[in-house]
Each structure stands twice: as structure tokens, then as C-alpha cells.
């Protein structure tokens, strides 16, 4: 069995992106680079398309880049938007003020991604419970990064997949019923 791997982190060059591509990563994440080298990122989705992601993250709003070091006057939402004109297809969202606290994930942001952008949009940043998980399904979101909730054991990887994937489908279900006359 295959597990889809999904790879990010100081990737700054085309060629980086291709050996990835080509070693069996399924997906590559450009941050910092997406926003620093916009030739880069037009380049590397006219050539792999559907296999970038580019990673937002965002503290009150704003992009940070260079592993959260750099503040930038970009907003969140006005990057997004320019990145979908270049042709991405894919967004992590990371609410990096939250991300490691464990409190809870910054759901309007969140909402406002999706519904503004339209595009799949992975969340992050904050996330500790299921509920969270369910939440963020419920508005929208492709799927969801957790790191410290897994480690502190608050968010049991099995259980939560079974339980977002019932949710998931009961919302579906009863969106159906809505729509029936």
C-alpha cells in the first residue's frame, strides 16, 4: 500500500520540485518561495499543476514567510487570490499564532478562505479535538494538518477519521434531504 506523501520546506528551484515530483512525492508545498519567486511558482504549476499546494501562513491576517520569521503586509486572503489568477489549485492555511497551542483553530479565517477563494484549502494552526476536525470539515475544508494534538494523545488519529468521516457523510446526507421537494 502506497501512503501519499505530501512534501514541503525550503524548496526554492524547478528542478528541486521535479526530483521530488519524480521520487514518488505526491505533492509538493511552496511557501515561502510562492510568495518570494512568483516566476518559480507560475513555472511549477504550468509544469505539475495539480501536484502544488502552496502553504499560507498567516499571523493576524498577515503572511509570514522564512519559517514564520518575516512579517510581510500581505494579507492572507489577497495572497490567495493572486495565487489562484497564477493557477494554483491547492492551499494549507496556518493560522501560525495558534499553531502548537493546542486552543483551537481559527475558524473564521478559515471560512473565509474557502468561501472567498474556492479552492481546496487544508487548514492548520490550533487544532485539538475532534470537534475541531468536524468543524473544519463542516466549512469546507479539503482536510487538516494536526501535529501536537497526535503527540499529546488529545486527537487519536483512527478515531478521528472515523468520526470526521461520519459527520462528513450525516451532513451530506441531510444536505441531500434539504434539497429534495
Not at 515530483?21 to 508545498?29: A, F, M, N, P, Q
Not at 499564532?97 to 487548514?123: K, Q
Amino acid at each position: 500500500m502506497l501512503i501519499p506523501v505530501q512534501l514541503g520546506g525550503g524548496i526554492r528551484h524547478i528542478e528541486t520540485v521535479e526530483l521530488l515530483l519524480k521520487s514518488g512525492i505526491e505533492r509538493v508545498i511552496l511557501g515561502t518561495a510562492a510568495v518570494e519567486d512568483p516566476a518559480l511558482l507560475v513555472e511549477a504549476c504550468r509544469r505539475f499543476s495539480d501536484s502544488i499546494i502552496v502553504a499560507i501562513d498567516a499571523r493576524g491576517g498577515y503572511v509570514a514567510t522564512r519559517g514564520w520569521v518575516k512579517n510581510t503586509e500581505q494579507t492572507a486572503l489577497g495572497l490567495a487570490r493572486a495565487m489562484a489568477q497564477i493557477g494554483v489549485k491547492r492551499f494549507i492555511y496556518t493560522d501560525i499564532s495558534r499553531d502548537g497551542t493546542l486552543t483551537e483553530p481559527n475558524i473564521p479565517a478559515i471560512a473565509e478562505m474557502i468561501e472567498n477563494i474556492r479552492l481546496p484549502v487544508a487548514a492548520a494552526g490550533g487544532i485539538s479535538s475532534v470537534n475541531h476536525l468536524k468543524i473544519i470539515a463542516k466549512i469546507g475544508a479539503e482536510g487538516a494538518v494536526v501535529g501536537k494534538a497526535l503527540y499529546t494523545g488529545d486527537i487519536k488519529l483512527k478515531q478521528a477519521i472515523a468520526e470526521v468521516n461520519q459527520a462528513t457523510e450525516s451532513h451530506n446526507d441531510t444536505e441531500k434531504a434539504d434539497n429534495v421537494e
